[in-house]
């Protein structure tokens, strides 16, 4: 068969501020109806955190959306003192009225950000699916990924039981972000603070990697995400062709392009790193599922599913009943 492996990448425990790269970040925020009560209060302390934990270098805008959107500044400004206290006051002033133009919101997040060399993060929070402007989720996701010319990220928080996740999703994965679920009895500013903790220090963004002596396929993540600190970046795949190659890891730092290199020995075969194949195959398993909920039920997935966790012993939503019936067998043998 052809090989696996698993690569470990993590920026030094002691990083030198000027190799913490500046960003811009824009904050945009649903204040629609269905946000009152409980679920602005911890909207806004989530997010009174995010501003409260800006570095200095960083630029940053605040958009609330429903019926309409409206930004806090005209362009991204500097996290400077006085910026801050006006972000604090226009944070304390929002109320939840109003229908969900997420539209809107995202066109105006675009038409405020002007190009740098930084990279442009959007941390998205809602509640629900829009019912003002585009409503159609695929042509929403289509206008939305059309406007986003910078290739910025959009991380994206769904708060409560009803969430819209196939377009949160689709967002995500297409910007190379990450997305977060809160149910209505969890605390949001926890795991707001958690993820803001992590994208508040950019190491290398734009990754790239390459093997130069080694085909590699089906790795994941499909897309590489940036790096952050106190971050680690794991991939996992599958190689053809055996023998030494130099891999390189490669990303922008402060608008330049930082290469990081290694030569390994990919081997014909190594009992050593039996645990890799299983690792493989749940990220494997994991992407067909999500394939499966986001454009419906396909045979052929089904089939690979079924077959990959019966050659690797995982249990999915196909496969219990016979992973379980072969355990029986093989122990009645």
């Not at 805008?61 to 005209?74: C, P």
């Not at 891999?247 to 930082?258: A, D, E, F, V």
Request: net charge negative.
């Amino acid at each position: 068969d052809d090989g696996y492996f698993l690569l470990s990448a993590s920026p030094s425990i002691e990083i030198d501020k000027s190799n913490i790269e500046n960003k811009d970040i824009t904050f945009i925020l649903d204040v629609s109806g269905s946000m009152s009560g409980e679920k602005l209060e911890q909207a806004k302390k989530a997010l009174l955190y995010c501003v409260n934990n800006l570095n200095t270098g960083d630029q940053f805008n605040i958009i609330r959306f429903s019926t309409e959107a409206y930004s806090l500044f005209n362009s991204l400004e500097k996290a400077d003192k006085q910026n801050i206290n006006e972000a604090k006051r226009f944070i304390d002033d929002l109320q939840a009225i109003g229908g969900t133009n997420i539209e809107e919101a995202f066109n105006l997040a675009f038409k405020n950000y002007k190009e740098s060399d930084r990279p442009h993060f959007i941390v998205f929070l809602t509640d629900g699916k829009p019912t003002i402007g585009e409503m159609n989720d695929e042509k929403l996701i289509k206008r939305i990924l059309n406007t986003n010319k910078n290739n910025s990220r959009i991380f994206t928080f769904g708060i409560g039981d009803e969430i819209n996740t196939h377009l949160l999703d689709k967002l995500t994965d297409a910007t190379k972000a990450w997305r977060t679920y809160v149910s209505e009895d969890e605390d949001i500013e926890i795991k707001v603070s958690n993820f803001y903790d992590k994208i508040q220090s950019p190491v290398l963004s734009d990754l790239k990697l390459d093997f130069d002596n080694v085909e590699v396929y089906q790795t994941y993540p499909k897309d590489l995400p940036d790096l952050f600190k106190g971050s680690n970046l794991l991939v996992i795949g599958r190689y053809k062709r055996n023998g030494s190659a130099k891999i390189t890891l490669s990303g922008k730092l402060n608008g330049k392009r930082k290469e990081f290199t290694l030569q390994e020995n990919f081997a014909s075969s190594d009992d050593e790193y039996g645990f890799i194949p299983p690792l493989w195959a749940s990220r494997r398993i994991g992407h067909l599922l999500d394939l499966i909920r986001l454009n419906g039920e396909d045979k052929e997935l089904v089939e690979e599913i079924t077959s990959l966790a019966r050659e690797h012993g995982i249990i999915t939503p196909y496969t219990s009943y016979l992973i379980m019936e072969d355990e029986e067998i093989r122990v009645r043998g």
